[in-house]
């Protein structure tokens, strides 16, 4: 089977300040990968540098096959804008739109694509609103929703462009702890259904369970990688074991 993600040798600076050193990997389709770590040792920035939210300053980022970037040169703006399409992506805060209700979210960008008819779009966000359990709440407006609603709104809108990846970054951090496990529920429903997923997270019990292998990450560099197994119950490194007793 073909890696559906293949990065090598990331490296992104800001000026003097190197937050991604040497980043490597490849993901195969229908795996997930658990990304945790201490904050600041640029997990998000990784993440974001796939869906081209950040742009990397060396290394080679491939998409299905697709060169995104090679050798720290992108590729042009039309061929970025159709690797990425393949991707969603699902944020801490939400970023919904305020001024639109829960269907006009999720509908806003496939209507703006005009890749899918009016029906299909409507059919498409009724079956999504369903999945994530708020099929009652399409015509409310997102001030009206809780967190975790809010949360599960943005992982609807994700999943509206039938994305063959998807990031999530920090998706529970900004939730109350009752608020948490309706999200996860709604994730680890997506691995069961063969989601190629990367998801950043905190939640170290939640990515034991979910997670095919676990990144941990330090100072800017993938330190450790291996099944939640070998990661959680027997880390390599010494700092991988600090920073799993201290969570």
Do not use: C, W
Request: charged fraction near 25%; charge should be neutral.
């Amino acid at each position: 089977m073909s890696n559906i993600i293949e990065v090598s040798q990331l490296q992104k600076s800001f000026g003097s300040l190197s937050v991604l050193k040497n980043i490597s990997f490849d993901m195969k389709p229908g795996e997930v990968v658990a990304v945790i770590g201490p904050s600041g040792s640029g997990k998000s920035t990784m993440l974001r540098s796939l869906v081209h939210l950040e742009e990397v300053t060396k290394g080679s980022i491939r998409i299905s096959g697709q060169a995104l970037v090679e050798n720290g040169h992108y590729a042009s703006g039309a061929a970025i804008k159709d690797i990425t399409a393949g991707m969603g992506m699902v944020f801490q805060h939400f970023n919904l739109f305020p001024h639109l209700t829960v269907r006009g979210n999720l509908e806003l960008a496939p209507r703006t694509l005009k890749r899918k008819s009016v029906q299909e779009i409507k059919a498409a966000s009724r079956e999504l609103l369903a999945k994530v359990g708020l099929a009652d709440k399409a015509d409310v407006y997102p001030s009206t929703l809780s967190g975790g609603q809010k949360q599960r709104v943005a992982i609807a809108r994700a999943l509206m462009q039938s994305p063959e990846i998807l990031l999530f970054d920090e998706p529970t951090s900004a939730l109350d702890p009752e608020l948490t496990g309706e999200v996860l529920r709604v994730i680890r429903q997506l691995a069961e259904e063969n989601m190629t997923m990367m998801i950043v997270t905190h939640e170290m019990s939640f990515a034991r369970d979910v997670a095919d292998r676990i990144f941990f990450m330090d100072n800017g560099e993938i330190a450790e990688a291996g099944t939640p197994e070998e990661l959680f119950g027997n880390p390599k490194l010494e700092r991988t074991r600090a920073f799993l007793m201290r969570e």
